[in-house]
């Protein structure tokens, strides 16, 4: 049988005293403990909003260089190295929005499995309110914010601009490679190009369709071999054809195979020019209100102000600087989202009580939906700027924040 020893009282006063003060007070052990919730709150919280912005900004990723890059990179005229590097340039752009969804995500995630887990129940049955426990994921939002007001206004631009800059200057390098032998090519507005085989500009078995608007073949050629040049000054490029066949059909009946072609054969045809601006355009890319930082934003705004306009065109002009004012608010509201998603998403994570992850994800995907399609609601109010929709921006975000408030209270109460 095992006896615990007495501990021996101390009636040494100033044995006592040393032994009171090397004991912290509880208040002192309550802080600690607290400060220790914190961090693991924080650090649980923060992992899956990690892992919820890794997945979704890997799917923007994905569906942005299947629309942008993959028909550059089958033709060839995009090298590996340059394509790693465009995709490193998407990596702003796609975080800017995959923050939002990514911080609601891994706050439902999170407190969605503390709460199944009754840990919740814990805190709140040790003195701790929800309120004190939402403190970590505030300052998650607070921090989200900070950095959604810096990509939308700084590394997103910036990045994005870059990003246009070297994929044009990528394929206007080497423009030809964008005919690629054996393949209908529809790039081009109005026609459609086929080439049997190609060496260097040279072309072997050409076939050109001009088409017009209702896509019916106007004229066909047909040519034993052609050339190209690029027009680096008009973005263009120069066709000149040997030996070949043009069948032109009537440009009102196009379809009306009862009258003849006309038919006309050449030696050698003067050059025709087929521009690309449609294929890779050359442009400003600082004139793209998205692209804009925040100084260039504020400058633009502020040179419109100072324009004098005639009368007749200050309706047009009062809905341009509405554009500007618009844009510089959605990039705000964006990133004010990251606070309201993390103050909506901690009473739904606490109140749900669900581990299962595709659930959260739906919710959060739901919400963001939402959101969003409340700011495409503003947007179209952008011609109309005697209702302020630069104002009625704040509107998605109060809506969520006095939801969340709604929330809280209910969760309060119970």
């Not at 209908?184 to 049997?196: A, K, L, Q, S």
Request: proline share 6%.
């Amino acid at each position: 049988m095992h006896i615990e020893p007495v501990r021996r009282l101390s009636t040494n006063p100033n044995e006592a005293g040393q032994s009171a003060l090397c004991a912290p007070p509880p208040s002192a052990r309550n802080r600690a403990a607290l400060n220790l919730l914190d961090r693991y709150i924080f650090k649980s919280v923060l992992g899956a909003c990690l892992a919820a912005v890794g997945l979704f900004a890997f799917v923007l990723i994905l569906g942005n260089a299947i629309r942008d890059l993959l028909n550059y990179v089958l033709a060839g005229q995009i090298p590996p190295g340059v394509f790693a590097e465009l995709l490193l340039l998407l990596v702003p752009y796609v975080v800017s929005y995959a923050l939002p969804m990514g911080l609601l995500t891994g706050v439902l995630l999170t407190l969605g499995r503390l709460s199944a887990d009754n840990e919740i129940t814990a805190m709140r049955a040790a003195g701790v309110s929800v309120w004190r426990i939402a403190r970590p994921v505030v300052l998650l939002g607070v921090l989200g914010t900070a950095l959604g007001l810096y990509l939308n206004f700084e590394a997103m631009p910036r990045a994005r601009t870059q990003y246009q800059r070297e994929l044009a200057e990528t394929v206007r390098a080497n423009p030809l490679r964008f005919i690629v032998p054996r393949t209908f090519i529809r790039d081009f507005p109005g026609f459609v190009v086929y080439v049997g085989d190609k060496q260097g500009p040279v072309l072997r078995d050409f076939w050109l369709w001009e088409l017009d608007a209702q896509q019916r073949v106007l004229r066909v050629v047909r040519a034993e071999s052609g050339r190209f040049d690029y027009d680096a000054e008009g973005n263009a490029l120069l066709l000149t054809l040997i030996r070949a066949q043009v069948e032109s059909r009537d440009n009102a009946h196009p379809e009306d195979y009862s009258k003849p072609p006309l038919v006309g054969t050449f030696d050698k045809t003067d050059q025709v020019r087929l521009p690309l601006d449609a294929i890779f355009a050359r442009r400003d890319f600082r004139q793209k209100l998205k692209w804009m930082t925040f100084a260039q934003l504020r400058a633009e705004e502020s040179r419109l102000t100072a324009l004098d306009v005639p009368p007749e065109q200050q309706l047009e002009h009062d809905r341009t600087i509405m554009k500007v004012r618009l844009t510089v608010q959605e990039k705000l509201q964006n990133a004010l989202a990251m606070l309201s998603f993390a103050l909506i998403g901690i009473p739904l994570g606490i109140r749900v009580s669900r581990r299962e992850t595709s659930a959260n994800l739906g919710v959060a995907v739901a919400l963001s939906l939402g959101y969003y399609f409340l700011t495409v609601m503003v947007n179209w109010l952008d011609r109309q700027p005697a209702y302020r929709p630069d104002l009625l921006f704040w509107l998605p975000n109060l809506l969520f924040l006095a939801l969340a408030w709604h929330l809280f209270r209910r969760i309060g109460r119970h």
